[in-house]
């Protein structure tokens, strides 16, 4: 991977150490998810971000990197330091918030560029962004969906076939976020100046 030299960025009065992690935090404001900074430093590792969906907690990394090999080191490093006992879940994003793909069950749903390691289960996963059925946030899920939505309860294991179809059906969110991404690129650019 080639060198990258990380740009400080100031948005909403705080300093981020590189206009990646700006332009994610921007991301997570217009998808309403609550994150905090660089919230805890655990004995020398200090994530990205925590966010808080409700009923799952998550700490976030951020990499320039574009794919899912090159987020991995991220992954592990993140997953020593925190442990396997942990009650959040690891999400790695990198430096595009992915595209459309098409879910095991056939639908469609937006792939991130993005590795996740939901808490207790110490298991990776490739990660995909769906609109609630309850609250319509649209949150990261695991390919498989096996775990429901980190923000609201929904049904689990009563019937695989019924639930699998159910979370896999979800608004066409592309659009939305190919829009997001660009008015965050927009908003870095323009209150740090172009470099």
């Known amino acids: 991977m080639p060198e990258v030299h990380a ?7 705080i300093e981020f150490r590189s206009r990646l992690e700006a332009k994610w935090a921007i991301m997570f404001d217009y ?3 609550p994150w905090q900074y660089e919230p805890v430093d655990f004995k020398g590792y200090i994530p990205d971000f925590h966010i808080d969906f ?4 998550f700490f976030v990394e951020i ?10 080191p991220a992954l592990d490093k993140a997953v020593r330091a925190l442990g396997h006992s942990r009650k959040e879940t690891i999400l790695v994003l990198g ?16 792939g ?9 289960y110490c298991d990776l996963h490739d990660a995909y962004l769906a609109g609630c059925p309850t609250c319509n946030r649209i949150v990261p899920l695991t390919i498989d969906g096996q775990w429901g ?3 609201c309860e929904v049904p689990k294991h009563d019937d695989e076939h019924e639930i699998k179809h159910y979370r896999h059906e979800i608004p066409p969110i592309g659009s939305i976020i190919e829009t997001y991404w ?6 870095v650019k323009y209150q740090h100046g172009r470099r």
């Not at 740009?7 to 009065?13: F, R, S």
């Not at 991130?112 to 207790?120: E, F, G, T, V, W």
């Open 7 to 13: 740009i400080p960025t100031v948005y909403k009065g």
């Open 31 to 33: 998808l309403d998810w």
């Open 54 to 57: 409700g009923r799952q907690q």
């Open 63 to 72: 990499k320039p990197a574009f794919t899912q090999e090159d987020l991995r």
């Open 95 to 110: 430096g595009t918030p992915g595209e459309m793909i098409h879910g095991s069950s056939g639908h469609p749903v937006w």
């Open 112 to 120: 991130l560029n993005a590795l996740m390691d939901q808490s207790c």
């Open 149 to 151: 939505f980190p923000c």
């Open 182 to 187: 660009a008015r965050a690129t927009n908003v």
